[in-house]
């Protein structure tokens, strides 16, 4: 076990990464792995902010692909 | 020799009429290698012997009149996450270091059923996914156009040493548009035909939803034929004959694309609105056609690239995160961060991105848009390398699955190339490349060279 797996209190950065069994990458490579969390925190972020400026037409074909297979092809 | 500068077919002509061999060809080509690539990168593999004994294979089919196929003598050369039987395959990375593959990839095994020669391996980005890096076992790519810059990637060996004249021909993969990406920074041509068009078996997946392989060339011509050869449907003709006119065709310009946030530079464009006169000029209609902001399709993007490459690298990243590049290390560690939900949530607005573009294809026969919204940025800015990634229009087509191609459309005050793409609807990469050899024939930019 890593130094970044023991110590206490984790943030929840830290919480994550070890949930995805990182340890190893999160004892020797922590701020890549913060910084790869913090892009998927932003993206997700500005994802939903863009879903939310969608048409209204564009919002309920999003709404109606609820339970569709996610496959496109 | 002048005929390197030529098309594939006026090289196969010489090639049928005797005027010279396969190995005097294939030895032509490997004096441009030796005496450029140890500016530019490209090769990760080269095996001279190996190469120069399909040559001596080739010419003795000649010899006896049994020419192999469409490609009998061409030398082709592979991006390396690409098997090829006998050479290695190690992804640019030191995961892969020691990797031989016993068997070719299918649009090698189609290739070399062909007759194509098989050059080597060339330069990717780390596993496609990172940007250009100096932690790794091989040094990344360079723009043959000035050597400080980025040849674009992932395919970056296949843009530079297409465009520095090292083969003719070259196949790449494109997940976010990592084909037409090096077109675009080294002024050759990359396409990408609809998903699943050419086969992905064999080849070491990125995201395979997105994953595309597509061809790099400097001519039309000679991305026809390569598609003719590699396409699992083989429908389409070898030759892409430019239109005698444009009158007829729709054009939609998505101008607003690179004119939003993020901008594209004024020199860029200002090649995309002259490109759009001169279709005008060819007698198509140029209409402005509306679609979402850039960061949109490059969010979504991401966010299924990112999930569906951690899938792949999870194993590795948890074990081995320090054979990885650290830029690549922090890209692929981005997906261990997105839930199924997100995964889900970017699946369903692909979806509708995809409806979106075939409503435009109802509207439009071909879109005109943007590829890279600034020329090639210096190779050692990793901040400027990262700006850039963002301000690229190609993966729309990504995420649609329908057919794209990157072509040249001017030159910076800088003398690096500027870019333009052309898209169509599924099934139509004939009509896409007959557009492409109209554009190519109307304009004089793919005669350019860079200043190697």
Request: aromatic content about 6%.
């Amino acid at each position: 076990m890593s130094d970044a797996d023991t110590a206490l209190p984790q943030t929840a950065w830290q919480q994550e990464a070890l949930s995805q069994g990182l340890h190893k990458a999160l004892a020797e490579h922590a701020d890549d792995v913060r910084s790869a969390r913090d892009a998927a925190l932003a993206r997700r972020g500005t994802l939903n902010a863009m879903l939310a400026a969608l048409p209204e037409q564009d919002q309920q074909r999003l709404a109606a692909q609820i339970g569709e297979t996610p496959w496109i092809f | 020799m002048d005929l390197l500068n030529a098309d594939i077919a006026s090289q196969l002509g010489s090639l049928r009429r005797g005027e010279l061999s396969p190995v005097q060809l294939c030895e032509a080509w490997l004096a441009r290698v030796e005496r450029y690539d140890p500016l530019l990168n490209c090769f990760v593999h080269l095996d001279r012997d190996d190469l120069l004994a399909q040559a001596r294979r080739s010419e003795a089919r000649y010899l006896r009149g049994e020419v192999l196929g469409r490609l009998d003598g061409i030398p082709v050369a592979i991006k390396d996450v690409i098997d090829v039987a006998g050479m290695p395959t190690t992804a640019h990375s030191k995961i892969l270091l020691g990797n031989q593959p016993n068997q070719d990839a299918d649009c090698v095994a189609r290739l070399r059923a062909e007759g194509a020669l098989i050059m080597g391996k060339l330069a990717t980005h780390e596993f496609a996914r990172g940007g250009p890096a100096f932690d790794l076992p091989f040094a990344p790519a360079r723009n043959p156009w000035n050597t400080a810059h980025h040849p674009g990637g992932s395919s970056s060996g296949a843009g530079a040493g297409v465009a520095g004249g090292l083969f003719p021909l070259a196949i790449g993969t494109d997940t976010g548009g990592s084909v037409r990406n090096p077109a675009a920074a080294c002024g050759v041509i990359g396409f990408k035909g609809g998903y699943d068009r050419i086969s992905r078996n064999g080849v070491f997946p990125l995201s395979p939803t997105l994953d595309h392989v597509g061809p790099l060339a400097r001519h039309v011509s000679d991305i026809a034929l390569a598609w003719r050869c590699l396409d699992r449907q083989a429908k389409d003709p070898e030759t892409a004959r430019p239109y005698d006119d444009l009158r007829g065709m729709r054009i939609g310009y998505l101008r607003d694309l690179h004119l939003g946030t993020p901008k594209a530079t004024d020199e860029t464009a200002q090649a995309l609105d002259a490109a759009a006169r001169t279709l005008t000029d060819l007698g198509a209609v140029v209409e402005e056609a509306q679609t979402w902001p850039l960061p949109f399709y490059f969010d979504v993007n991401r966010i299924v690239l990112s999930s569906e490459a951690w899938h792949i690298h999870q194993p590795w990243l948890r074990d081995r995160p320090q054979d990885y590049a650290a830029i690549t290390r922090r890209g692929l560690l981005e997906g261990a961060f997105y839930s199924a939900g997100d995964y889900l949530e970017a699946m369903r607005c692909r979806k509708l991105i995809r409806s979106h573009v075939l409503d435009l294809f109802e509207r439009y026969d071909v879109l005109l848009l943007a590829s890279s919204f600034t020329p090639a940025c210096a190779i050692d800015d990793p901040h400027e390398v990262a700006r850039t990634y963002s301000q690229q229009a190609r993966v729309i087509f990504n995420l649609s699955g329908t057919p794209a191609i990157g072509m040249m459309a001017g030159l910076s005050k800088d003398g690096l190339p500027l870019s333009l793409q052309f898209a169509m609807a599924d099934n139509r990469e004939h009509d896409l490349l007959r557009l492409a050899a109209t554009w190519e024939r109307a304009t004089p930019w793919h005669a350019m060279r860079p200043p190697l």
